[in-house]
């Protein structure tokens, strides 16, 4: 019998994957990719616990995140562009110009 | 069976996850992503919610995978160099840290033993789609209308940062 924790393990599992990811990683499009797969962690647990309490509220947010999650994405490639055609580099290790 | 089938789609899905953390191309980080995207979408049909798996593969496979891959191509950005990662062991602490209190809230909270109206048996007469227009655009129109100009501020705002000169 598959409970809604199953799916929440599941989730937290994919997270600290996620958190790992982002922490550690040095390319700056495979830290992007890190945080969609929080995000879709985050996903999995509002469907599931709205699955659990008989609600719709769980779901419409999951919409509005992957909403937030899909204009995020452009604006941040975007960006990421525009950097390595001034850098030529994408490493977040040369993305310092701000430290003192 | 069904419990056989949710801990196979677990699996891959968890296996997707550490190939999109630990490989050294970002091709490969991306497509194992994609992979996971596609398990997480099994997972809401099995939830009863078809109408998100739905706009899960065309929003975030089909959409936002794109959009990295092209980004990825037209960097020509190659295999990563030597140094893959840094502060490993920090993240790995960090990581592990996040799931034990994760998974400590998980098994002992409890959640409220409140059994709303929307159950899978009106999911499935009613039509899922139709419960969730139903509730963005009587309860939550506010947030849709936001999520619209939300959208438009970042096509412009893309448009603006990737422009040659502006």
Redesign the interface.
Known sequence: ??T???????S??????????V?????A??I???I??ML?AV??TF???????????G??F???V??????????G??????F?RNKDT?EV?DISLLKW | M??IF?YLV?LI??LS??L??TCKS?VN??LA?VN??FC?AV??V????PF?AA??IM??AG??MV??LF??M??N?GV?PL??????V???I???L??IL??LF??RGQ??K???????EVVMREGHTE??G???FV??LL?FEL?SI??L???V???I??KREV
């Open positions: 019998m598959i809604t924790t199953h799916y929440m393990v599941v937290a599992i994919l997270f600290a994957l996620g958190t790992f990811g922490l550690t990683r040095r390319n499009i495979v992007f990719m890190c969609e797969l879709n996903n999995l469907i599931a616990l709205s699955r659990q309490l008989g609600n719709m509220d779901q419409v999951v919409f509005f992957m909403t937030v999650a899909a204009a995020e994405a452009a604006v490639l975007a960006l990421m562009i525009t390595f994408i290790d | 069904e419990v949710f677990a899905a968890v996850g550490l999109v953390v970002p980080s991306a992503l996971t995207f997480l997972f809401y099995m939830l009863h919610a998100m706009i899960q929003v975030y959409a936002i959009l990295i980004v990825i037209l960097l950005l990563e140094k893959k990662y840094t502060h490993t920090w993240g790995i960090a990581g592990s996040v799931f994760t998974f998980i098994t959640t409220s409140v059994a709303g109206a929307i159950t899978n419960l969730i139903k509730a963005i309860d939550f947030p999520a939300l959208l501020v970042a096509i705002g893309a448009v940062l990737a």
